[in-house]
């Protein structure tokens, strides 16, 4: 089993940025990619980014390469995402999630992640 744990969201003007944080525990050595994702209310889940755990590579989610940068620390087990030039669109609540599954190409999507965070929320005030 594998816990994922976000943090780092709150309450930022527009313009700012903020790095929110994700903490691999248990039997991360089945972990293949973790990603991140954001669900605002009323509408669907978006993907954001995912990196892969075996060589770090990445892949974003449309529009969000550029302002959003993915990480990882593979010392902590740790993933990170810095967003740059939030905007009120962005309040959203992100969440991370981890993938045993090994085909990248499946990366980009929600239903092939295994283990999922509680979510920590970013608010983005004009």
């Known amino acids: 089993q594998v816990q994922v744990v976000e943090s780092g969201g709150g309450l930022v003007q527009a313009g700012a940025s903020l790095t929110l944080s994700c903490a691999a525990s248990g039997r991360t050595v089945n972990i293949r990619a973790v990603g991140w994702f954001r669900q605002a209310p009323g509408k669907e889940r978006e993907f954001l980014a995912t990196?892969?755990?075996?060589?770090?590579?990445?892949t974003y989610g449309d529009a969000k390469k550029g302002r959003f940068t993915i990480s990882r620390d593979s010392a902590k087990n740790t993933v990170y995402l810095k967003m740059d030039t939030l905007t009120p669109e962005d309040t959203a609540v992100y969440y991370c999630?981890?993938?045993?599954?090994?085909?990248?190409?499946?990366?980009?999507?929600?239903?092939?992640?295994?283990?999922w965070g509680q979510g920590t929320q970013v608010t983005v005030s004009s």
């Open positions: 999630a981890a993938s045993r599954i090994v085909s990248s190409r499946m990366h980009i999507y929600g239903r092939y992640y295994d283990y």
């Open positions: 990196i892969r755990w075996n060589d770090s590579s990445t």
